[in-house]
T-cell receptor, first 113, second 111 residues
């Protein structure tokens, strides 16, 4: 069966520090991968998506970046965090078909202080 | 532009039926999804509609009218554990099957 792992679960980082969140998927090949952010009491905002290794599409201009070095690995990074980067970060995967719903990782709650 | 509207909060009684509405205006349409999200947790998939009509899955049903840009999620025989946020989401027709989410409806089930 397919599983998705995301870590860490919680993170407190100072303003200006770097960030690296990692997500890996098991049990499937060539998944679509996504990074979403959810601010407190708000909806999910799509940050990046990827349809294959090295292919990254950015949805929102910001100081975050994403990379997909392997088929089932998706990394969200920042060189210098801002206070506004605080939120609940969710990685998700889907099959490459319109009917494929998302399976989300357990999320990372990031607090920038 | 992309816009998905759903009520912010709803309250219902245990054992009752509740209908959560969603209207959408998106540049492309490749299906509508409903997700359930308990506080502090990740969303989980509930349903998918791409054709007009009702899809039933146990206590949950989802309806879609593409011409009206309208969907609803129907929850029957409400249980306390159904207290959660319910997210309406529309899949784009563009590459990557990216999905746009509404802000969610927080449902409170009371005894």
């Amino acid at each position: 069966s397919q599983t998705i792992h995301q870590w860490p679960a919680t993170l407190v980082q100072p303003v200006g520090s770097p960030l690296s969140l990692e997500c890996t998927v098991e049990g499937t090949s060539n998944p679509n991968l996504y990074w979403y952010r959810q601010a407190a009491g708000r909806g999910l905002q799509l940050l990046f998506y990827s349809v294959g290794i090295g292919q990254i599409s950015s949805e929102v201009p910001q100081n975050l970046s994403a990379s997909r070095p392997q088929d089932r690995q998706f990394i969200l990074s920042s060189k210098k965090l801002l206070l506004s980067d605080s939120g609940f970060y969710l990685c998700a995967w889907s099959v490459q078909h319109p009917s494929g719903g998302y399976t989300f990782g357990s999320g990372t709650r990031l607090t920038v202080v | 532009g992309q816009n998905i509207d759903q009520p912010t909060e709803m309250t219902a009684t245990e054992g009752a039926i509740v209908q959560i509405n969603c209207t959408y205006q998106t540049s492309g349409f490749n299906g509508l999804f409903w997700y359930q999200q308990h506080a502090g947790e990740a969303p989980t998939f509930l349903s998918y509609n791409v054709l007009d009509g009702l899809e039933e899955k146990g206590r949950f049903s989802s309806f879609l009218s593409r011409s009206k840009g309208y969907s609803y999620l129907l929850l029957k025989e409400l249980q306390m554990k159904d207290s959660a946020s319910y997210l309406c989401a529309v899949r784009d027709r563009d590459g990557g099957f990216k999905t746009i989410f509404g802000a969610g409806t927080r449902l409170f089930v009371k005894a």
